[in-house]
């Protein structure tokens, strides 16, 4: 709640800023548009496909950002010892490090990207519900990497004290997401497929939906998301045996 109070605490800031995030959605999307209109295909994907593409990595990069929000806020807590006020306290100090801060002005781009998924499927052709089912579960799994990515962040920023670079070095990866990954050629296609996950996170998804992807990239993609987690925790819990409190 107080997180929602300071992002509306000037009105006309919030206006603003939540035009801008407007303005700047529509415009990629109307560029996607005109290049995916002027050509037969883009990666052997069409119209249709590219934009449930571009639908797709917006919600797996905006509801990372509204929800952990706290991540970008993180450093200062290590620098100034309030880090230790919660560790102190009766709850998962990983949770409040990733949950602590949201940001309610990416709710806007979220509920417009769900609303315009509607007719982005139906634009597609046949769907089966298999295909839905798969779509929801690779969802699933893609914000569990971005979980581990931001658990991966707030570990760094125990030992390192950095966090804005990583953060954003994340965002420019994801960004890569916007259109499917399959137009990338080799090495840098396999790289942010299966070392830097963000083919799984941004395009297997809308993949699974259209029914193109293959049984043994669904199983690795999962795998993949299991294991960054898994690493993830690890990293948090090294992390936090090598801090020092600001009382030591």
Request: zero cysteines; hydrophobic letters at 60%; proline letters at 4%.
């Amino acid at each position: 709640m107080a997180a929602t109070a300071n992002n509306f605490s000037s009105r006309f800031a919030a206006f603003i800023l939540i035009v801008g995030k407007l303005i700047r959605f529509f415009f990629f999307f109307i560029f996607i548009f005109l290049i995916a209109s002027r050509t037969r295909a883009i990666g052997g994907y069409n119209l249709s496909q590219i934009i449930f593409f571009f639908l797709t990595y917006q919600l797996v990069d905006l509801i990372p950002q509204a929800f952990m929000r706290e991540v970008y806020r993180f450093r200062g807590y290590v620098v100034t010892g309030d880090f230790d006020y919660i560790l102190l306290r009766p709850f998962s100090p990983l949770f409040r490090s990733l949950f602590g801060w949201a940001d309610a002005l990416d709710i806007p781009l979220i509920i417009i990207s769900v609303i315009l998924l509607v007719p982005a499927i139906m634009h597609l052709g046949a769907v089966s519900t298999q295909g839905v089912l798969l779509y929801l579960l690779f969802l699933g799994n893609a914000m569990l990497i971005a979980l581990s990515f931001h658990i991966f962040v707030v570990s760094l920023a125990i030992l390192t004290t950095e966090v804005d670079n990583a953060i954003m070095f994340y965002r420019d990866l994801t960004q890569m997401g916007r259109v499917p990954v399959d137009i990338y050629r080799e090495p840098l296609r396999g790289f942010i497929t299966f070392v830097i996950p963000v083919g799984i996170m941004m395009t297997v998804p809308a993949k699974a939906l259209m029914g193109l992807l293959s049984f043994g990239i669904g199983i690795i993609a999962f795998g993949l998301g299991i294991s960054f987690f898994v690493l993830s925790i690890v990293a948090w819990r090294y992390a936090l045996r090598q801090y020092a409190s600001a009382s030591s």
